[in-house]
């Protein structure tokens, strides 16, 4: 486990990691404020109380280039929607090739202005996330390890990013079976 005062060395840290064979499924950063008041029904004041509790929920790493594809999206998806209806709209009342050009590019950019919103929205929920842990003291990154060549490699990577030294915590992993 790792903590963070900057997402730039959080995110250099994370791509290090992936650059060397560590899978995104084995990375996990703390859950925002209002998942962890939901699971534990108090929120940690500093990020020291947090990196101790076993408790404390985390959420799958999402990279800067899946917010982005997901930004891509949210952009694309309701201008081609809204150009394509407006096209039909107007082709289907008996309108011209030259009614339904306009239609399709006024549709379109207000559906791109509505996709712009949205992506503005996506980009902002990730920073606020990792904003609210910095404000805590720092952003906790967790590397899930199975065996000692590779919490070495781990504590190597992460020292060269962390802001403070690296700490190997034993969590009990939900197989989410049932235990005997």
Do not use: C
């Amino acid at each position: 486990m790792a903590v963070f005062t900057g997402i730039d060395a959080m995110q250099a840290a994370i791509d290090e990691l992936t650059m060397n064979g560590f899978g995104q499924h084995e990375l996990s950063l703390m859950a925002s404020d209002d998942t962890v008041r939901d699971q534990l029904g108090r929120v940690h004041g500093h990020v020291d109380d947090a990196k101790h509790d076993p408790d404390t929920p985390r959420r799958a790493i999402v990279s800067p280039e899946e917010v982005g594809n997901a930004k891509g999206i949210a952009m694309g998806v309701p201008a081609y929607v809204g150009a394509i209806l407006a096209t039909g709209a107007v082709v289907a009342s008996g309108g011209t090739a030259l009614a339904a050009a306009a239609a399709a590019v006024a549709a379109g950019a207000g559906g791109g202005g509505l996709g712009a919103i949205l992506a503005g929205w996506i980009g902002n929920q990730r920073e606020e996330t990792l904003r609210q842990h910095l404000d805590k003291g720092g952003i906790l990154l967790w590397v899930n390890l199975r065996d000692g060549e590779r919490e070495q490699l781990a504590r190597e990577i992460l020292g060269r990013h962390a802001a403070q030294p690296v700490e190997v915590h034993e969590i009990p992993q939900d197989t989410g079976r049932p235990s005997a």
